[in-house]
């Protein structure tokens, strides 16, 4: 035993920051920059720590709390108590499941140089006597293995020491009895202990862990890097070698909580409900390690009983329901049976169709706690009581049962329902359906399991129109057991007493039963692609056999032994080459998954065909089979991430067809298909590692595990995207079907072009009109149409030339005189009927494309006077430009000005809606002809500026400063404005800042400095204004955000939703915690950590983020944020109101800046930190400011729209 007193070793304990000493004074003063760049820190050593620190002692000390308060990048779900306010909600409560002997409040010794005591919370259990800042802390500032303590002495005052082989601990109780108690239970306790393992002391101290994974790590904002250990399904941290050796340690973290995540280049984040822990490893590959190992840490973690222990509470489901066997660890979590091993073996062979088989512990996923619960509430015995109603002795089966047994038993028990118990409604569907349909709504999920496996219908129609299906209709009870079960079965195959016999076992594993030889032309593999065209002279005629899984070769039939193999396993994409793409007519390429690539040819197209069919047949498994009916043109297997789970990535099986992605994903068992001209975006990122695609409401990552192949996919992906060609099914679309070409001219007509003379009559300069063309055929989704860039007459002679130039033509050509013919019907209703019929056989882009062309028309003739364009001058220009004719006679010309003329009776258009939309496009023009007017008449200067009131500070009059509002104004112009105004001068880190405040909402939003002010202004309701005044934030959200390696934030915060009951405006809700993921495309909101699919998901740019909440909605905190959410659908804007509550300020500001850094790209100030000062020389034209956004935000317009209506006069007074 040492001699050493406490004082020398109490060094310090790296500990998680103590927040009791930070009062939120402290908090907003921390306006100082840190000095020690890159010390930023998630978890932060206390003053035991600065003890230690003597030579950064003065320094630090000052700045300490900037550190820890401004840039705190990974405390997520730290209140500023330093405790978890309530516990978060985890279906296993206790991370830790040793039984606790003893705890309390202790004292502990000071540390060296410090004369107080800390008090301390210790907890003594079988393994370690631990202790943390307080009660509520989870992550303890030190944990010592029982079994390292060599002795406990009283001695005296209430104090007492517990001695290890290195070090003693004094502790201090509050009473000498409370301290006797420690002491005898420490004593009882490691005496017993000691005895049974004296022998192992001597030689390998039983504390001593065994370690999967270990060495030093840096933890972010720790000086000195921390021996870190994973073992088993913990992580320990230690100050260093030594300590782990002495088995003394900082604390362990319980990997059942965790999560890790990759963030950089080197570091990791290990996220728990409680804390975010920030590594660094010493290199790229050790970090990959690390993680691994942690990640492996999970799984055992994970595998180690959470599931299993909750489902086994039900005491039947502790004996295999096939076999009895004990302890059984997989279910058929359709049939609702809890099976061993050996029997889930035999039920996957019935497969997924009749016996969806899942892991206890290892497919954590698929265990919401309805599922679970479905398990507790039925249990083996009563489902038995269905399934095994009638089971002779004979063919019963015991644990000790052979494989055919079990086999034959389990077939005839679930694929034939030969002992099951009949429903007395067995064999009248209606009447079962019924039943079916009145049982979920009640809670007897038993009675549902009988009705549907004696034959009702699960997709029976309800008949009732709010919810169709018996799973809707469960839902709409709040029978949530019930909805679980039956969305299992929603394609379960009922069991039938007819199929007997053998029966073909389905496995996800690849068919290797696949046969097939022949001759094939090959050349040699290659490490890269193929570039070039190969001559038939390069390719050698093989003998090539599939079997068993092995695809060979041989020189010839006559040979024996294989040139190569290549296993179905190792194949990971086969692609078909276009005809004539090499010496041979018909190629294909297999990728492996060792990078290389083998060409195959032949002349023959059947042969083609069949060995295409059958390799692929050999490696794509039976659960994505259904691939192999299409005729893809790529097939293969990539990882990939998305929305429901971006920690690690999955395998999926993927198909690409024409412009159609077709997806199997892992654990999904439908067959999804991605429109790929319909994506929003498509990109390759990450060094050309990840292809992104962007659906609407859903972003997929797919990953290049391998480069050869990967390459090859994301070429085909792009192709696929892009415009096909030039006709209109071809072309990008938008979700309506549209042409992205035909959308954005139309929408930049309609902002910009109304008013203009000879609108589509005039043309514009070719060589513009032939440069936008190409840009909308090589990627129409990247074209941007903006006012002062584009002419409105390029735009319109762009959208002609695509209709004149598209292959079918808008009518197509063998409709097309079906139209012409139409305009001699002589009766108008009759001839109405005709053009709905003829509209109703198009295609359906054609369609849709037809509709929004006529709509736009029928607006631009609607201001003939304005743009001179009435209803007959539109329909010579768009007569021949449509039929692609010459033009010489009228008759496109008339069927266009028919439509145009009876648009609302063709196409039975809402009068309301049309309304609105005339309404909005007059105000429009109201707003860009008294700009105009401005513009045109520079002479009279700022004339006709909007004029507003901006109120510096806080609203009051006298406060108020009247200014002129130029189109062109910035919000950073706007605020030095002001501040010259009333001769402020702006200091270095004085963030003066414009902001938009709103009374009602109790909202504020500082205005980014670029952000232009009018338009803004026109959004303001009447009980909104503009202020400025300093953004005391700013310099922390500045700091938090220099310390991001990337811009993203995730955590626990409180939301609330905004729900409307029957539109009377009465809202209903309450705060939640949720946890949260924003990332720089998307906010998505999990129900827990641990969720894997996202409950919502929101694209970041179109959400706007306003500080505060309103007060009536009774948010949990001060700290809230107030975000508006509104999608860019044209047929249906949608917009939501939402709350979300942080606890601490410091949350606050780093999901604000966070929000803010994403959506302006990280500029946030500007650099030069003085805005520049408003040039009376600005342009007083508004050169491209849209004044009224017309996409994205068509509230916002209503708003300016009804502003303008109501107070006219206020938005244009003049000078
Ligand atoms: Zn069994």
Redesign the pocket.
């Known amino acids: 035993m040492s001699g050493e007193s406490s004082d020398d070793y109490e060094d310090p304990d790296l500990v998680l920051l103590d927040r009791k000493s930070v009062t939120m004074a402290d908090k907003d003063a921390f306006l100082p920059v840190p000095r020690v760049k890159g010390r930023y820190s998630s978890l932060c050593s206390d003053d035991e720590l600065l003890d230690n620190d003597n030579e950064l002692l003065g320094d630090r000390r000052s700045s300490w709390q900037d550190y820890g308060l401004s840039t705190l990048q990974g405390s997520v779900y730290l209140p500023v108590t330093g405790c978890v306010s309530s516990p978060p909600p985890r279906d296993s409560p206790s991370p830790s499941p040793s039984p606790v002997l003893k705890m309390g409040w202790l004292d502990k010794n000071p540390p060296q140089g410090s004369l107080y005591y800390q008090r301390r919370w210790v907890k003594l259990d079988v393994d370690y006597l631990r202790y943390f800042d307080n009660d509520k802390e989870v992550y303890s500032k030190r944990v010592i293995p029982t079994s390292a303590i060599t002795g406990v002495t009283n001695v005296g005052e209430q104090k007492f020491e517990v001695v290890t082989t290195s070090r003693t601990f004094l502790f201090r109780a509050e009473s000498d009895s409370e301290r006797n108690e420690w002491v005898s239970v420490l004593q009882d306790f490691t005496v017993v202990h000691h005895e049974g393992s004296r022998e192992r002391i001597s030689s390998t101290p039983s504390y001593l862990l065994t370690p999967e994974h270990q060495g030093y790590l840096e933890l972010r904002g720790l000086r000195s890097k921390l021996y870190t250990v994973v073992s088993g399904d913990k992580v320990f941290l230690y100050k260093n070698l030594e300590d782990y050796r002495l088995g003394i340690g900082i604390t362990s973290i319980d990997m059942n909580v965790g999560n890790v995540k990759d963030t950089d280049r080197r570091s990791f984040d290990l996220t728990t409900p409680y804390r975010i822990f920030s590594f660094v490893a010493d290199s790229e590959q050790q970090k990959d390690q690390w993680i691994e190992a942690m990640r492996d840490s999970i799984g055992e973690a994970l595998s180690n009983s959470e599931v299993s222990n909750r489902i086994w509470a039900e005491p039947s489901n502790g004996f295999?329901?096939?076999?009895?066997?004990t302890k059984?660890e997989w279910a058929a979590i359709n049939l609702c049976v809890v099976?061993?091993?050996?029997?889930a073996g035999e039920h996957r062979g019935l497969g997924p169709s009749i016996s969806k088989v899942r892991s206890l512990k290892m497919d954590r996923k698929v265990w919401t706690e309805e599922l679970i619960q479905v398990f507790l509430t039925l249990g083996n015995e009563r489902v038995n009581g269905f399934w095994a109603a009638n089971v002779p002795p004979s063919e019963a089966?015991s644990?000790a049962s052979c494989s055919e047994d079990?086999r034959l038993f389990i077939s005839a028990k679930y694929r034939q329902g030969k002992y099951r118990r009949y429903h007395p409604l067995y064999g009248n569907q209606k009447e079962l359906n019924n039943a079916l349909c009145i049982n979920v709504q009640c809670s007897d999920v038993l009675e549902t399991l009988c009705l549907l496996f004696c034959g009702a219908d699960v997709n029976h129609p309800t008949g009732l129109a709010d919810c169709p299906s018996p799973v809707s209709l469960a839902l709409a009870h709040n029978q949530k057991l019930q909805a679980e079960f039956l969305s299992h079965n929603l394609n379960t195959e009922l069991p039938r007493l007819e199929v007997v016999g053998l029966m073909e076992p389905q496995h996800y594993s690849p068919q290797h039963s696949v046969t097939h030889n022949g001759f094939l032309y090959k050349t040699a593999s290659m490490a890269r692609h193929v570039m070039e065209r190969k001559a038939k002279e390069e390719f050698s005629r093989r003998w090539c056999t599939l079997n068993d899984g092995n695809f060979s070769y041989y020189e010839s039939d006559k040979n024996s032994t294989p040139n190569g193999i290549l296993k179905s396993t190792e194949i990971v994409c086969l692609a078909v080459n276009k005809p004539e793409t090499h010496g041979f007519e018909y190629t294909f390429k297999l990728y492996s998954d060792s990078e290389r690539l083998y060409l195959f040819g032949t002349d023959d197209p059947d042969s083609h065909k069949e060995w295409v069919k059958s390799i692929s047949k050999a490696f794509i498994p039976s659960n994505a089979e259904a691939l192999l009916r299409l005729g893809f043109e790529r097939i293969g297997r990539l990882k990939y991430k998305d929305g429901l789970n971006l920690q690690s990535p999955r395998v999926g099986w993927f198909a690409l067809v024409g412009s159609s992605l077709h997806a199997y994903l892992e654990d999904s068992e439908v067959e999804e298909e991605i429109n790929l001209r319909k994506l929003q975006e498509l990109s390759i990122q990450q060094e050309n590692e990840v292809l992104v695609l962007v659906e609407r409401g859903r972003t997929l990552y797919m990953e290049g595990e391998r480069k050869l192949d990967f390459q090859g996919w994301c070429e085909a992906i792009q192709r696929a995207a892009g415009s096909a060609g030039d006709s209109l099914g071809l072309q990008q679309l938008t979700e309506m079907d549209i042409p992205v070409i035909v959308d954005r001219c139309i929408d930049y007509i309609t902002q910009c072009g109304l008013t203009s003379e000879g609108i589509y009559r005039k043309s514009g300069v070719n060589s513009r009109v032939a440069a936008l063309c190409e840009a909308f055929r090589r990627d129409a989704r990247s074209v941007r149409l903006k006012e002062g860039e584009h002419q409105v007459d390029d735009v319109s002679n762009t959208l002609k030339r695509f209709f004149r130039e598209s292959g079918e033509g808008l009518f197509t050509i063998e409709a097309a005189s079906a139209w012409l013919n139409t305009p001699v019907v002589p009766d108008e209703s009759k001839k109405i009927s005709e053009y709905q019929l003829l509209l109703s056989r198009l295609p359906r882009v054609n369609k849709a494309t037809l509709r929004a062309l006529v709509n736009h028309l029928y607006c631009v003739q609607r201001f003939a006077d304005l743009n001179q364009m009435n209803l007959h001058n539109l329909a010579i220009v768009f007569g021949p430009t449509l039929f692609q004719t010459d033009g010489k006679d009228y008759t496109a010309g008339r069927v266009v000005e028919e439509l145009i003329e009876h648009y609302t009776d063709i196409f039975e258009v809402d009068e309301q809606q049309l309304k609105r939309q005339l309404d909005e496009i007059t105000a429009i023009i109201k707003v860009r002809e008294k700009l105009n007017q401005n513009s045109n008449n520079p002479a009279s200067g700022s004339a006709g500026d909007f004029i507003c009131t901006v109120y510096l500070e806080e609203k009051k009059e006298t406060a108020e400063q009247h200014v002129k509002i130029p189109g062109s104004m910035t919000a950073a112009e706007l605020t030095c404005e002001i501040l010259d105004r009333r001769k402020i001068t702006v200091r270095d880190k004085d963030y003066w800042s414009c902001w938009e405040v709103s009374e009602k909402d109790e909202t504020e939003r500082p205005l980014h400095h670029l952000e232009r002010v009018l338009p803004i202004l026109h959004s303001l309701g009447t009980d909104s204004h503009l202020l400025v005044k300093k953004h005391v934030a700013m310099e922390a959200m500045l700091v938090y955000l220099a310390s991001k390696v990337d811009v993203s934030k995730h955590g626990i915060v409180k939301f609330r939703e905004e729900r409307s009951i029957l539109g009377l405006g009465l809202n209903t809700g309450s705060f939640h915690d949720r946890y949260f993921i924003l990332n720089s495309m998307c906010l998505r909101m999990y129900k827990e950590v641990r969720s894997n699919r996202p409950e919502r998901e929101w694209q970041v740019k179109n959400l706007k983020v306003y500080l505060g909440i309103k007060k009536k909605l009774r948010p949990p905190t001060c700290w809230g944020l107030t975000v508006v959410y509104e999608s860019e659908k044209q047929d249906k804007p949608e917009r939501q109101q939402w709350y979300l509550c942080c606890d601490t300020q410091n949350e606050l500001r780093e999901w604000f800046s966070t929000f803010l850094s994403i959506q302006y790209d990280g500029n946030m100030w500007p650099v030069d930190s003085v805005p520049t000062r408003v040039s009376r020389a600005v342009d007083t034209r508004h050169g491209n400011v849209a004044l009224i956004p017309l996409r994205g935000s068509e509230n916002e317009m209503r708003n300016s729209v009804a502003a303008f209506t109501a107070d006219p006069l206020g938005l244009f007074r003049d000078v």
């Open positions: 295999c329901a096939d076999c009895s066997a059984p099976i061993c091993k050996r029997c089966l644990p079990r």
